[in-house]
């Protein structure tokens, strides 16, 4: 779930998932803390109960033995049956810190969903299809020894289309997770249209730049609002239309709802589900396309479709390519080539030769 709370953020969409995941949680959390009290009273009673009982079992046992019912071995053998019984027992009551473990997995889930976007301006009407800027960026990830970003400076001009290539870990995730800003860069600056990123914060950029992340999410809930993510501005029409053009129409008819099917990260291939992440992307009024290796799970059909859908797009706005795969250079007005958190301008030609 803490995965998904940047793409809500991303879709705009995080006050309604929020208000949802909210609600659901409250009940859990109420309905814990009242099973953590009644097993935390129960637990009491039952070691009292135990020890107690364990005491009595003894003395019965010696009292037995005194007046010779029972032998000396009967009372080790009772003994030791207790014993084993009472273990069982305390087994079972070891089940209460995780139950207490649960309980503040979900405090902590809470709480980062309550976390308020405090410090974000809610930059918008700025951050209109222009130019995207690098200067200088370096960015190291919290915890981690090694830079993933270590002096970017690069320029996008609007409707350019861009396809940033380059080695596994190389950085270029992470340069669009700056660009979205999810982080904020140690040096240097991100402007989109000449206002920071870290100004506009990444509930605003979110309304400008449609992402399609390297690892697609799939909600339960229909296709269609896994398309739209409850954003009531985006039409039906505009869902199928976006839905169509990343193939999904063989999907849809074959759903007996059609768009309506409920749907789960289970229902879908891992083919499916990219197509659904990009047709998530698709619907949305295009500003800035940033697509992140959106092609690695599609069959040759899909690809071609989403490449012309691409091609067809060209000039009308700005996209950002981050790909392995050579085929989408051949739609790139310039190609960039991260390597080691470095961007360097690249010769069409000579990477696809070689
Ligand atoms: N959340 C994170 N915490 C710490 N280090 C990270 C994190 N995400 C990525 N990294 C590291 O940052 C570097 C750049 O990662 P990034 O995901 O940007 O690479 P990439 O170029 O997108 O690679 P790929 O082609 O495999 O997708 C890598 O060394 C990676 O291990
Ligand atoms: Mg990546």
Do not use: W
């Not at 600056?189 to 990123?197: A, C, E, M």
């Not at 506009?200 to 992402?211: F, L, R, V």
């Amino acid at each position: 779930m803490i995965e998904m709370i940047p793409l809500f953020r991303l879709f705009s969409v995080m006050d309604h998932y929020r208000r949802y995941f909210s609600s659901n949680i409250d009940q859990n959390i109420n309905a814990n803390r009242a099973l953590n009290h009644s097993t935390i009273q129960f637990g009491s009673a039952i070691s009292t109960i135990s020890e107690m009982s364990r005491y009595t079992v003894l003395v019965a046992t010696i009292v037995l033995c005194a007046l010779k019912k029972i032998s000396l071995g009967d009372v080790v053998l009772y003994q030791s049956l207790f014993s084993f019984s009472l273990d069982g027992l305390g087994r079972i009551m070891n089940i209460l810190p995780n139950l207490e473990m649960g309980l503040e997995a979900m405090n902590s889930i809470y709480s980062v969903l309550g976390l308020e976007d405090t410090g974000e301006t809610k930059i918008t009407s700025h951050l209109t299809d222009g130019e995207l800027k690098f200067e200088g960026v370096h960015f190291t990830y919290p915890g981690s020894e090694s830079k993933a970003l270590s002096g970017v400076d690069c320029r996008i001009r609007s409707g350019e289309h861009v396809v940033i290539i380059g080695k596994n870990g190389s950085g270029k995730s992470t340069l669009a997770r700056l660009l979205l800003g999810f982080f904020a860069p140690d040096r240097g600056r991100i402007t989109i249209n000449g206002v920071l990123s870290t100004d506009a914060g990444s509930e605003a950029i979110a309304t400008k730049i449609a992402y399609v992340s390297q690892r697609s999410i799939i909600f339960r809930d229909s296709l269609l609002e896994n398309i739209r993510l409850r954003d009531e501005q985006i039409s039906r029409e505009q869902a199928l239309k976006a839905a169509e053009q990343c193939n999904l129409a063989r999907l849809i008819s074959r759903l007996s709802l059609g768009l309506d099917e409920p749907i789960s990260p289970l229902s879908l291939s891992g083919g499916e589900t990219q197509c659904v992440a990009i047709a998530r992307a698709l619907a949305r009024p295009l500003k800035t396309l940033l697509l992140d290796e959106i092609t690695s799970n599609l069959d040759l059909i899909s690809k071609k479709m989403v490449f012309n859908t691409l091609r067809n797009l060209h000039g009308s706005c700005t996209i950002v390519t981050i790909t392995h795969d050579m085929e989408l250079l051949t739609l790139a007005d310039r190609v960039l080539v991260m390597d080691e958190g470095k961007l360097h301008e690249s010769n069409l030609n000579s990477v696809v030769s070689g």
